[in-house]
């Protein structure tokens, strides 16, 4: 089962397996892993075989492309007509996705059976999945450990090849956060490359889709498929289509790496620091210089997105009403009433904390101090990085402060749980492309992620970067045993 | 620093109904949020032009014209309550 995208894909194009038989053999691993690890909420054979049989057809007709018949996994965020989407949250828990978001329908162009939906955060807020309202995802390297999150569920699933790969989304790390701590490969595109049409709102400025998956490789062939124009998102961008691949074997000699102080100091866990730095090493072996680079105003990026995000969030979450489609409370007096019950009941305490802090910093008399403050300071954070892009070709860096964390360790303390992606949030304020990858383990022996922020529009040459670091190590081929 | 009546408030603004304890229990985990946010006020932004998207986008026209199919049945299929085609929701004028 360990067999990277491209692999599955010449497997099918020699005729060797069929996209049933694969879709078959990683749905009986799903039904054996998933009541341990609940990285799925919704599993559906009937519908992932009838997929893969299209698939086989197509293939049959002399009609496939790159990748057709290999399946993938959804994060529960995508709306994918005829499946849930319950976002993480009892107040989706019963909705049927009448349409295709576009990332999903970019899946079915490519003939790419789906093996169901993974669990996530609630609204994808959090960073351990344990928010979500169908319980906890358990990390597959140790099981007392969290997937990180909030996109933990298909973190999870790639980890223990329940999925040869899953898509995620990333509004302050959430692709890149639980790719690290499951030790597989994540990308969080440049903002505006991936379509946002269909993939439930959390913050609208910052949310961004992306593949994860084992290998840089891999996530560059997944790209290819997920990125492109879409008139319905009004800040999907217009750029020519480009080949996220192109770039993979470019050699690294002469590669200026920037390393911001900002992100080896207090707070980094030391055998965090280590793999990184034994990394840094394997570039230097490779032909890349590094150049110290200064992100001064990174340090108040924790601050300014528990500004920016809650407050798009408490906007884009007033729709859920109780009217047009989730849960309606069973009794209530009036309608204020049915509102104010329904939502007390169908949301999660996080999800409540964001909408409330959210609604305060938007309320008369705050919202200069508050929300216009911490749009000038998003300023000046992407100033930072435009600066530091000067001096270096890519930044280097950890991609979390630690390793996984145990199951209820932050769970009392919302703050503490929001300092796990102090590395991360910087990227999307920006709106740069970033990934993670693994790169050796903790004392503690759970996987330790490497982020690579690349320049705007800068993935190919990223993904490069990534793939010429995993020709020479073999972190992103290591499973965890057991399973 | 919110008091327990400017949690109240908040809520009844977000529309979500909390029970006494709730209050009490948001009021600090709240408390602690805006303390992190706080360190905010020590950075002077004058002259900062404010940031709202990564990119620097304009809203696109397109033409006035009708491209999107009738699937009001299948919209409203997951709707929790409705007759005739209409919403259902508590009355609302006496």
Redesign the interface.
């Known amino acids: 089962m360990n067999q990277t995208i491209k692999e599955l894909s010449d497997l099918l194009a020699r005729g060797e397996a069929s996209s049933a038989e694969l879709c078959q053999d990683y749905l009986a691993r799903i039904e054996r892993l998933n009541p341990r690890l609940n990285a799925f909420i919704t599993v559906d054979p009937d519908k992932t075989l009838e997929e893969a049989r299209a698939a086989d057809a197509r293939r049959a007709r002399g009609e496939a492309g790159p990748l057709t018949g290999v399946p993938v996994a959804h994060k529960d965020i995508f709306c994918a007509e005829g499946w849930p989407a319950t976002c993480g949250s009892r107040m989706l828990a019963d ?2 996705s ?2 295709d978001a576009h990332v999903i329908s970019r899946f079915k162009a490519a003939g790419m059976p789906s093996l169901g939906k993974t669990n996530m955060d609630e609204f994808a807020m959090g960073s351990s999945n344990e928010t979500s309202f169908f319980g906890a995802v358990r990390n597959p390297w140790d099981e007392r450990a969290v997937p990180g999150g909030s996109s933990g569920g298909s973190a999870a699933a790639v980890a223990a090849r329940m999925a040869p790969a899953a898509t995620g989304t990333d509004t302050g790390g959430s692709i890149r956060q639980p790719a690290a701590l499951t030790g597989i490969t994540g990308l969080k595109p ?3 490359v991936v379509s946002r049409y269909g993939m439930i709102a959390f913050a609208s ?2 949310d961004q889709a992306g593949p994860m998956a084992p290998s840089a490789e891999d996530c560059a062939l997944l790209m290819n498929v997920m990125a492109g124009f879409d ?1 319905r998102d ?2 999907s ?1 217009e750029r020519p289509a480009e080949d996220y691949a192109r770039d993979l074997d470019r050699p690294l000699k002469g590669l200026r790496i920037g390393l911001p102080r900002e992100f080896f100091g207090a707070g980094l866990a030391a055998d965090v620091g280590q793999a990184v730095e034994a990394a840094l090493a394997v570039y230097r072996r490779l032909g890349a210089e590094t150049v110290e680079v200064g992100l001064p ?1 990174s340090g ?1 990026s ?3 997105y ?2 920016l995000a809650p407050a798009e969030a ?1 906007s884009n979450l ?1 729709r859920y ?8 409370a069973a009794a ?10 329904t ?2 009941e169908g ?1 999660g305490a996080e999800v ?2 964001r ?3 959210g ?3 938007l ?1 008369h008399g705050y919202y200069d ?2 929300y ?9 954070i ?1 100033q930072d990085f435009a600066e530091a892009f000067k001096a270096c070709d890519v930044i280097l860096g950890p991609t979390a402060p630690t390793t996984a964390f145990d199951l209820g360790a932050k769970t009392a ?3 503490q749980m ?1 300092l796990s992606d102090i590395y991360t949030i910087a990227v ?4 740069l492309p970033g990934m993670s990858l693994p790169c050796g383990f903790g004392a503690d022996h759970r996987p330790v992620g490497l982020q690579i922020v690349g320049d705007w529009f800068g993935e190919a040459r990223m993904l490069n970067v990534a793939h010429q670091y995993q020709l020479a190590t073999d972190w992103h081929r290591r499973m965890p045993e057991g399973l | 620093m919110l008091s327990l009546e400017d949690v109240r408030r908040i809520a009844h603004l977000a529309r979500i109904r909390v029970s006494p304890e709730e209050a009490a229990r948001y009021q600090a985990q709240l408390n602690g949020i805006l303390g992190l946010i706080e360190q905010m006020q020590a950075v002077d932004t004058s002259g900062v032009e404010p940031m709202a998207h990564a990119q620097e986008v304009y809203q696109r026209l397109r033409e006035d014209a009708v491209t999107e199919p009738d699937r009001r049945d299948a919209f409203q299929a997951v709707a929790p309550q409705v007759e005739a085609g209409l919403y259902l929701v508590p009355k609302v004028i006496e």
Do not use: C, H
């Open positions: 909705f049927v009448p349409y440049t903002y505006g400025s910052l008139a009004s800040t961008l105003n108040l924790v601050p300014v528990y500004v408490s007033s009403d109780g009217v047009r489609y989730g849960y309606r209530y007096a009036d309608l204020t009433d049915m509102y104010e019950r939502r007390a949301f409540k904390r909408i409330m802090i609604t305060y910093v309320s101090a508050y216009l403050q911490a749009q000038k300071i998003r300023r000046l992407a303390d919302p703050v929001y999307n304020l920006a709106g």
